[in-house]
Every structure is written in structure tokens, then in C-alpha cells.
């Protein structure tokens, strides 16, 4: 489930409306009616992407967005809402929100939303696999590579480091044997 999109809202024919638009347009959709119920959702299973309304009874969806940026900031949130006014924007933004849709709006305008909000979090996780390679192999000093004798390298001194035995490294002056 880790490109289902999850739709939060208290209004029923919103959520069919917006998960009708969201299947037809080939994602996997599941939905709340409040906040609590959306937070258990996120805790069972992984999604791409929240989509939640302001105005719902309870915790209302800035809050919601606050809580899923403080404990899953990958998850892009965009949130909607019909009241929209510049200090609501200002209030979603600072909640962490990755887009905000006043309603009424285009259907194009969600899928638009959702589809750039994928390649945000496409590309972020990207970013953070590159940069936990790269911590990968600042591991062994400033030694870097990617080439099969350089992985040869790495994996050899990996499985000798942790041992007291002594080994000698032979090669080309010049090619960093220090």
C-alpha cells in the first residue's frame, strides 16, 4: 500500500468524491471520517499521501497535519477546506501542510496536487537512500566507490575490521593505500 492515498474528511459525499476521482485516475484509496480514525489508519499501513479537510468534528485537520509532520514527514499532506482564507493557508502551511485546495476546485487541481505530492516524497526518499549510501561509505574513512572491486574492498574490510588480525594492503603507488 505504499502509493495509497488517504482521503479525512467528516463529510461522506466529499470522501466519494474524492476517492472516485483518486481511483479513477489509478491510485489506491482509503478514507476517514475524523482525525482519530485517519491516525490509526497511518499506524496500521503506509501511505503516500494525506489529503484532510480543515472543518471536522474533533481534532480539526491543521492539527491532523501537525501530527502526521511531527511523526512521518515524509507523508506529504495537502489540505482542503471550504472556508479558505489567507490565515487558514498561513496556519496549514506552518503546520507543515505540502499543498492547500480551497474548495469548490477542479477534480485536475486534487490529482494535480497528489501526483506532484508523489514525486515530492518519490524524490525525498530517494535523496535520503542516496545519503544513507554515501554515509555507507564515509564508514571506512574517506574511502569512496561503487565500482565491484570497490564493494569487493569494502565488504573484505568490513569482515576484517572487527578481528585483531594483521593484513597487508599491496598495490600501485599512488592509489591511496594509506
Given at each position: 500500500?505504499?502509493?495509497?492515498?488517504?482521503?479525512?474528511?467528516?463529510?461522506?459525499?466529499?470522501?466519494?468524491?474524492?476517492?472516485?476521482?483518486?481511483?479513477?485516475?489509478?491510485?489506491?484509496?482509503?478514507?476517514?471520517?475524523?482525525?482519530?480514525?485517519?491516525?490509526?489508519?497511518?499506524?496500521?499501513?503506509?501511505?503516500?499521501?494525506?489529503?484532510?479537510?480543515?472543518?471536522?468534528?474533533?481534532?480539526?485537520?491543521?492539527?491532523?497535519?501537525?501530527?502526521?509532520?511531527?511523526?512521518?514527514?515524509?507523508?506529504?499532506?495537502?489540505?482542503?477546506?471550504?472556508?479558505?482564507?489567507?490565515?487558514?493557508?498561513?496556519?496549514?502551511?506552518?503546520?507543515?501542510?505540502?499543498?492547500?485546495?480551497?474548495?469548490?476546485?477542479?477534480?485536475?487541481a486534487i490529482r494535480l496536487s497528489v501526483?506532484?505530492?508523489?514525486?515530492?516524497?518519490?524524490?525525498?526518499?530517494?535523496?535520503?537512500?542516496?545519503?544513507?549510501?554515501?554515509?555507507?561509505?564515509?564508514?571506512?574513512?574517506?574511502?569512496?566507490?561503487?565500482?565491484?572491486?570497490?564493494?569487493?574492498?569494502?565488504?573484505?574490510?568490513?569482515?576484517?575490521?572487527?578481528?585483531?588480525?594483521?593484513?597487508?594492503?599491496?598495490?600501485?603507488?599512488?592509489?591511496?593505500?594509506?
Open positions: 500500500m505504499s502509493d495509497a492515498i488517504l482521503v479525512v474528511d467528516d463529510d461522506p459525499s466529499m470522501c466519494q468524491l474524492l476517492c472516485s476521482a483518486l481511483e479513477a485516475a489509478g491510485h489506491e484509496v482509503q478514507h476517514a471520517n475524523a482525525a482519530q480514525a485517519a491516525v490509526a489508519l497511518l499506524e496500521a499501513g503506509d501511505f503516500a499521501v494525506l489529503i484532510t479537510d480543515v472543518r471536522m468534528r474533533g481534532v480539526d485537520g491543521i492539527e491532523l497535519c501537525r501530527q502526521v509532520v511531527e511523526n512521518r514527514p515524509d507523508l506529504p499532506v495537502i489540505v482542503i477546506t471550504a472556508f479558505g482564507s489567507l490565515e487558514t493557508a498561513i496556519d496549514a502551511i506552518r503546520a507543515g501542510a505540502y499543498d492547500f485546495v480551497t474548495k469548490p476546485f477542479e477534480l485536475d501526483g506532484r505530492a508523489l514525486r515530492h516524497r518519490a524524490l525525498s526518499r530517494r535523496v535520503e537512500r542516496l545519503e544513507q549510501a554515501l554515509r555507507g561509505a564515509r564508514e571506512l574513512g574517506e574511502m569512496l566507490g561503487s565500482s565491484r572491486a570497490m564493494r569487493r574492498v569494502f565488504d573484505l574490510v568490513a569482515r576484517v575490521a572487527p578481528s585483531e588480525t594483521a593484513i597487508l594492503v599491496t598495490g600501485e603507488s599512488g592509489t591511496g593505500k594509506e
